[in-house]
């Protein structure tokens, strides 16, 4: 490895799992200290215990991103451990079941606050330590629902995904040109990724209604939409968030780009 991110330290949200766990393994191996952010314990002590298994150097700290006194305590302790935060990736978050109209306000509100707001409250808390530490990096995890639409017959044939999480994630992408402004002449650059197909664990056991899962329901529709035939993978968009986060991309900020095999028909 190059350690590209060499002294860095990069807080992960929601690197328990899948693309974060992912994420956080590259990191480490290019030299970054990573600090894993979840709510489940037992997988973020184990993908704690491999990267130190694999000579790295990762924390894991239990966070609620929808929380704003746990996202507050989980950076002040990442604060404390390792001093200056250099790198920041919301990864996480999550969908619902439900259509319009028929979603109810406790879904809607429960993944607004975890997308959205969450992407919010991790942002603003490591705001002021990458100021402190004269510059940075932030990488926002939206999706491609924030982009596409569909017609009467693709929902039909294949569904949707609930309309909370469409709503999130395109504001995830308005919030991302807002931080970008903001960053400017603090040396600090927000960009974000729309991943499609991506194979991850929740993508094995998903459902129509559950935007982070449902691989073998949606396999069909992007078989018809993509360039690339058949499915992304966690490490592909790792790489992607690997490449936003270094120096190679120093003059990208305010992007946000899709990691999508190409899908052809974006509205």
């Known amino acids: 490895m190059s350690e590209r991110l060499k002294n860095k ?9 899948g693309i ?4 956080a393994h590259l990191f480490a191996k290019e030299g970054a200290k990573v600090i894993i952010m979840a709510r489940r314990e037992e997988e973020g002590k184990r993908v704690e215990g491999e990267i130190k298994k694999e000579s790295g ?6 966070c609620d991103v929808g929380d704003l006194d746990s996202v507050e305590n989980a950076v002040k302790q990442a604060s404390e451990i390792y001093g200056n935060i250099h790198l920041l990736f919301n990864n996480a978050g999550h969908g619902a079941p439900g259509d319009f109209p028929e979603s109810t306000t406790e879904a809607w509100n429960t993944v607004i606050n975890d ?4 992407t919010f409250y991790v942002s603003r808390a490591v705001w002021p330590h990458m100021v402190e530490s004269g510059g940075g ?8 629902a924030a982009q596409r639409g569909f017609s009467p017959k693709m929902k039909e044939q294949f569904g949707t ?3 909370s999480y469409y709503v999130a994630k395109a504001g995830i992408d308005a919030l991302t040109r807002y931080m970008a402004g903001v960053g400017g002449d603090k040396n600090i650059r927000v960009n974000c990724i729309r991943p499609g197909q991506i194979m991850t664990p929740g993508a094995t056991r998903g459902t129509i209604n559950d935007p982070d899962g449902g691989h073998h329901v949606f396999e069909s529709m992007f078989d018809l939409t993509q360039i690339i035939p058949g499915p992304g993978y966690p490490r592909d968009v790792a790489n992607l968030v690997l490449f936003l986060m270094s120096d190679e991309s120093r003059f990208i900020t305010s992007e946000i780009i ?8 974006k509205i």
């Not at 150097?57 to 239990?62: D, K, L, P, Q, S």
Request: aromatic fraction near 2%.
């Open 161 to 163: 995904t609930a309309p």
């Open 20 to 23: 974060g766990e992912n994420t």
């Open 137 to 144: 990096a932030i990488v926002n995890m939206s999706s491609l």
């Open 9 to 17: 330290v990069a807080i992960i949200t929601g690197g328990n799992s």
């Open 115 to 118: 997308n959205l707001n969450g």
């Open 258 to 265: 899709n990691i999508d095999g190409g899908v052809a028909a």
């Open 57 to 62: 150097e990762a924390t894991f700290i239990r």
